[in-house]
């Protein structure tokens, strides 16, 4: 598939979302921790989303993203396929950001 076309069904959605990550919790087993980012673009496909931190390439994020009908927000699952440091100079004590792009899980 061509780049231009996989990028050309992609809306503009600037909101803040909630994600859920899975983190192990010694003598209880996994625990979902929740934690919010920045949604840029969205797709069919996945969406693009700016984060304070670089998750790993290929976990598997529940993300709560907004349908295109209603208000109410669908959990999906959406696996990590790239992230990008923002590509400008940031203040030593300040935090980074990543550009982070999930493709959902169908």
Known sequence: ???HESHGDRAALLRTI???VSVADEGTGDIAKEKR???LNISNGGML?????APDIKQVLKVHAPTP???AEAPTLAEVRWTR???FGRPKNSET???VGLKFMF
């Open 1 to 3: 598939m061509d780049s």
């Open 18 to 20: 909630i994600y859920e």
């Open 37 to 39: 980012a920045l949604s």
């Open 49 to 53: 989303v700016l984060m304070d931190h």
């Open 69 to 71: 009908i209603t208000r």
């Open 85 to 87: 440091k923002l590509p």
């Open 97 to 99: 950001a990543y550009f």
